[in-house]
């Protein structure tokens, strides 16, 4: 079963730093460019970043550049996205998204989310 | 950035009407646009691509149009099931980004 399952979503202060993880399986993790997605409590999605198959490539929103950094281990088929300096409004569920292969851009599969709170 | 503007915010309906939503890009975007459905507690689902192209298992009920700056998703007939948010979304260019959303509730 093709699966994306993320992890790494808690508590943390403002100013804060926080890592997660989107472990993949069921396909060729190293083939897909990864994106990451979130979704702020009772609001839309707002694209976060993006980067390419070999990690060769990145690309983040103006809302988090400078502070969050993607990354993955294809060795480990896991995604990653470390985020700092982190701020109320970037609470929300991350959610880690699988580029389609035959439609560069769109999204076809999604892991369940991971919860981030940003609190004092 | 491109941005897209999503209409209606939400609707009511019922089960077996027509419903069509609407998304509007601040440029053109050619048929660069997908359309995600997304259930409470749930993540977002493809359900089309490339503005028309029915994402695999998609039901037939679902349809979407358009190119350049004005598309559309159309549910033939409404079931249950159905109740949901809607988004639409760009990737001609980065940033991608997302309509509004649409809720569709029952009437």
């Known amino acids: 079963e093709v699966q994306l399952v993320e992890s790494g979503g808690g508590l943390v202060q403002p100013g804060g730093s926080l890592r997660l993880s989107c472990a993949a399986s069921?396909?060729?993790?190293?083939?897909?460019?990864m994106h990451w997605v979130r979704q702020a409590p009772g609001k839309g999605l707002e694209y976060v970043s993006a980067i390419s198959s070999n990690g060769g490539s990145t690309y983040y929103a103006n809302s988090v550049k400078g502070r969050f950094t993607i990354s993955r281990d294809n060795s480990k088929n896991t995604l990653y996205l470390q985020m700092g300096s982190l701020r109320a409004e970037d609470m929300a569920v991350y959610y880690c998204?699988?580029?389609?292969?035959?439609?560069?851009?769109?999204?076809?599969?999604w892991g369940q989310g991971t919860m981030v709170t940003v609190s004092s | 950035a491109i941005r897209i503007t999503q209409s209606p915010s939400s609707l009511s309906a019922s089960t077996g009407d027509r419903v069509t939503i609407t998304c509007r890009a601040s440029?053109?975007?050619?048929?660069?646009l997908a359309w995600y459905q997304q259930k409470p507690g749930k993540a977002p689902k493809l359900l089309i691509y490339?503005?028309?192209t029915l994402q695999s298992g998609v039901p037939s009920r679902f349809s979407g149009s358009g190119s350049g700056t004005d598309f559309t998703l159309t549910i033939s007939c409404l079931q249950s099931e159905d109740f949901a948010t809607y988004y639409c979304?760009?990737?001609?260019?980065?940033?991608?980004?997302f309509g509004g959303g649409t809720k569709v509730e029952i009437k």
């Open positions: 998204a699988r580029e389609a292969p035959y439609e560069e851009g769109a999204f076809d599969i």
């Open positions: 490339a503005a028309s």
């Open positions: 979304q760009q990737y001609y260019s980065y940033p991608l980004t």
């Open positions: 069921g396909f060729t993790f190293s083939s897909y460019a």
């Open positions: 440029q053109g975007i050619s048929s660069y």
